[in-house]
């Protein structure tokens, strides 16, 4: 009888870590993006987001530049889309991963960027092979940092 009696302490112990484990992670994260109607890639990386535990808004738009100006994205750390995450920028095709630590940790930037349209990237998979990336730091004062590397796939 004693040893049921652990055996249920056990198991309800690790079906309540399991549950917090998963209630810990559980809130989706608002995210806007803002996207060219043409451009499959964003597209892709919406689903990234959303695969990633992200609440999307998908704003299709005919002027994304619109959207880099008011937020300060230079040409430098431009892509094809621009995201917005509590008050942060995030523009192209950042890994959710980063997108969570920026959140975590809360830098003074005013966002972070993978700047053109990399190979290997989220929703720019194209076969085995990605080139080797960046994830850029950006702040007001242009001072860039970079935030994560990706090593490249060839």
């Not at 109607?37 to 535990?53: A, D, I, M």
């Not at 995450?85 to 997108?99: C, R, S």
């Not at 700047?115 to 730091?137: K, L, Q, R, T």
Request: hydrophobic share 40%; with cysteine.
């Amino acid at each position: 009888m004693k040893i049921l009696k652990v055996l249920s302490v056990i198991a309800l112990c690790a079906a309540n870590a399991g549950v917090s484990a998963k209630g810990a992670d559980a809130k989706p994260i608002d995210i806007v993006v803002h996207r060219s109607p043409s451009c499959t890639c964003c597209g892709k990386w919406v689903q990234h987001l959303k695969e990633n535990n992200f609440n999307v808004e998908d704003v299709v738009t005919n002027d994304v530049q619109a959207v880099k100006d008011k937020y300060g994205v230079t040409r430098e750390m431009a892509s094809c889309h621009t995201a917005i995450v509590e008050g942060y920028v995030v523009e192209g095709h950042v890994p959710a991963n980063d997108i969570k630590t920026l959140l975590k940790t809360k830098p003074k930037v005013v966002g972070i960027a993978v700047p053109g349209m990399v190979n290997g990237s989220p929703g720019m998979e194209m076969g085995a092979a990605g080139d080797a990336y960046n994830v850029i730091s950006f702040d007001r004062e242009k001072h860039i940092k970079v935030f994560n590397s990706y090593e490249g796939t060839r």
